[in-house]
């Protein structure tokens, strides 16, 4: 037992799992995720401004669900918000609101959300009921009380874009295209090399006049014919098992999935100039990939978590090709609307093939 | 043979220069240092060409370090050098064109046939007429009927030979093996020498590591390196001459309490035990004979006039070695 223990301390990575996993664990499970999304981003576009409006989007606020981060938008550039996740609800007052509440005639309020995960939306879309009744209810005193009996003033149009229906499918089986990519990826890059360096067949590979990228591009190419082919059972699978619509283009999708198959394997490629077994670049592979489905909005909403939260998944690939997949295949949304989830992946692509061009450099060295 | 390697880059002027004098490794002044650790350290050395050249050196000295500068899989922090004409840090490509490199660990795929492994280096190199090559390495291994089986299948023996089929695949004229027979048994280990001298035959110049001395005594030219520091250099008749060491063998029943007894004697360098007899090795003749003389007239032991070994001779290096850098 006490050799166990020796052994233990001695392999730091094993040991720094053994307690960093856990403090991971709990750090995320216990602070970051919440299933109950609050201040979602929200935007208004007002036909009409007036007191109703002001109180409307006070009660709004007010709620804890909503957070009005542009109140006085116009339709298209609502639409735009929406399509690229930059608001979750868009609020539309139609022109002559005013007087329809005031004539009696219940008129009804547009609200938008992008319900692409279901669960992000829900609480808050079930919040907005109740807020019907109390939103209005300081501005209908005196002569207007009688225009707030029991039954609300005003009516809610709610519109769930992307996935009228709610369904998590819709949500989860895209998302789980980024995951399943994310794992295999990462870990047969980090095994792969790691075994030929243990193995002692790198250096004999490095002893012939093939260069070093020539090894890297070797190794890596056909991870990528791999990673493709699960990209497709994945794709049809969605469609004809989960009958999960796709509304883009396939060809930007595919752009996207290279986009996101080249990080991951640079993340790969780096892990495994780190590691100095097999085991320790599988371990490592845990490592990268416990936040990455935690953090990323694949499992629980990604506005549900603390600022901290957000700003780690805001880093990790796996969250941004969540939300080119989902704009692509629910929303639709063509190159300039996913141009805001690309960019962070190649940067993140960059900074991680520099990081490991250097450890890699040292490797061979 | 330099001819094939020839068509396959076009010749550099510095390679025909250098190659014409007949040296094919010669370096000055390598150095390599790992964090404050120098684990090379200003070595200098010449090869030439058809001979092979005897690599020794306790575990950690350095001969891998070494081998893998000069055939420029490592760039060296100080000195400079050529392998085949070519410098060791600028012209490493063409230097692993015309090398045939064996590392110290097995470094074909266990997991790949005897065919695939020699089809993948061939490969790797870019070789024309693969499949004729690859052919003709199996018919010469031998291995011909059992290309299909997987390399990691195969006895210690053999894959050492077909590692080194594998670095004569793309004909190379300098072979750099690194302890080639490390964990091979005796009559394998002897078909392997047997091999490299018909190779060396042939014109081909063999750089070898080992810890087997026997195998040393087969090479023409040695160079011992300990602490990163090559500190002798010539061929195994040279290197005993030089050490100055006189042996007289002692043998008898109970030679191991006398061992640590003649040890002490001022007189007597080392004392190396082999069964029941003793190697006693003096640098200086007279005064070993004088101090030894009561042992020799000792009825229960017997003695006479041996020769100094290259063991003895490496061990005492590395020890002088320790006292002046450790």
């Known amino acids: 037992m006490l050799k166990e223990f020796i052994q233990l301390r001695r392999d730091r990575l094993t040991f720094a799992m053994m307690i960093g996993i856990p403090i991971i664990q709990m750090a995320l499970f216990g602070f970051a995720i919440n299933g109950d999304p609050k201040y979602l981003p929200t935007v208004i576009v007002a036909h009409e401004q007036g007191t109703y409006t002001r109180s409307l989007v006070r009660a709004l606020e007010n709620s804890d669900y909503f957070r009005v981060v542009a109140s006085d938008v116009t339709d298209a550039q609502a639409d735009r918000m929406l399509a690229q996740g930059q608001a979750q609800f868009a609020l539309t007052i139609p022109a002559g609101f005013a007087r329809a509440l005031e004539r009696g005639e219940r008129p009804a309020l547009l ?83 790691t075994r030929e360096v243990e193995r002692g067949t790198m250096e004999n590979l490095l002893a012939t006049p093939v260069r070093p990228l020539e090894v890297m591009v070797g ?101 941004h090709f969540l939300r080119l997949i989902r704009g692509v295949m629910l929303k639709g949304n063509g190159l300039p609307d996913l141009w805001p989830e690309i960019w962070p992946l190649l940067l993140f692509m960059l900074a991680v093939m520099l990081v490991g061009l250097k450890r890699f450099r040292r490797t061979l060295d | 043979m330099i001819a094939a390697a020839m068509t396959r880059t076009e010749p550099v002027a510095t390679s025909e220069a250098a190659a014409d004098d007949g040296i094919v490794i010669d370096v000055q002044g390598l150095t390599k240092r790992y964090g404050n650790k120098t684990v090379v350290d200003q070595l200098s050395m010449r090869v030439n060409r058809g001979e092979i050249y005897g690599f020794l050196g306790p575990n950690g000295s350095g001969k891998t370090t070494s081998i893998r500068m000069m055939c420029g899989l490592l760039t ?16 490493a490509a063409q230097i692993k064109r015309r090398v045939g490199y064996m590392t110290q660990k097995f470094g074909l795929y266990d997991d790949l046939s005897i065919r695939e492994n020699l089809d993948f280096v061939a490969r790797m190199y870019s070789m024309d007429r693969r499949r004729q090559r690859v052919d003709d390495a199996l018919e010469r291994l031998g291995l011909a009927s059992r290309q299909t089986q997987l390399a990691g299948k195969l006895s210690g023996g ?128 007279a005064a070993l004979d004088a101090a030894l003389a009561p042992y020799r007239a000792r009825d229960d032991l017997h003695w006479e006039t041996g020769k100094p070994s290259l063991e003895d001779v490496f061990i005492h290096l590395m020890r002088q070695a320790t006292d002046n850098f450790s």
């Open chain 1, 219 to 319: 190794k890596i190419a056909p991870y990528i014919i791999i990673g493709y082919v699960q990209v497709l059972v994945i794709l049809l699978a969605a469609r004809y098992v989960f009958d999960v619509p796709f509304a883009g283009s396939f060809m930007l999708l595919m752009l996207c999935v290279l986009v996101f198959i080249a990080a991951n394997l640079t993340v790969g490629i780096t892990m495994s100039s780190m590691a100095r077994n097999q085991t320790q670049a599988m371990q490592m592979t845990f490592f990268f990939f416990l936040p990455s489905i935690l953090l990323s909005g694949f499992m629980f909403p990604f506005r549900g978590m603390p600022d901290w939260a957000q700003w780690i998944g805001e880093v990790l690939p796996l969250t």
């Open chain 2, 158 to 285: 053999w894959k050492q030979r077909m590692a080194l089929a594998a670095c004569m695949l793309h004909e190379p004229e300098l072979l750099l093996l690194d302890e080639p027979t490390a964990g091979v048994d005796p009559s394998a280990r002897r078909d392997f020498w047997d091999e490299i001298h018909q190779l060396a035959a042939e014109g081909i110049t063999v750089l070898v590591s080992t810890h087997y001395m026997d195998e040393a005594e087969r090479c023409h030219r040695l160079g011992y390196i300990a602490y990163g520091k090559l500190l002798a250099m010539g061929t195994p008749g040279e290197l005993v001459e030089r050490s100055g060491f006189v042996t007289r063998n002692f043998s008898g029943a109970d030679v191991g309490a006398l061992s640590h007894e003649l040890e002490a004697l001022p007189a007597v360098t080392m004392v190396t035990r082999f069964g029941n007899t003793l190697h006693v090795n003096g640098q200086d003749e």
């Open chain 2, 76 to 91: 060296p922090d100080a000195g400079s050098g050529h392998t085949l004409g070519f410098d060791v840090v600028r012209e």
């Open chain 1, 111 to 193: 609200l938008e959300a992008d319900a692409t995960d279901p669960g992000a939306t829900g609480p808050a879309l079930g919040s907005v009921q109740q807020l019907a009744i109390s939103a209005l209810a300081h501005d209908l005193k005196g002569t207007l009380a009688h225009l707030q009996p029991d039954a609300p003033a005003f009516e809610w149009r709610i519109q769930k874009r992307y996935n009228p229906d709610g369904i998590t499918q819709y949500n989860i089986v895209p998302g789980l295209m980024g995951v399943i990519l994310t794992m295999t990826l990462i870990m047969m890059t980090g095994l792969g090399i």
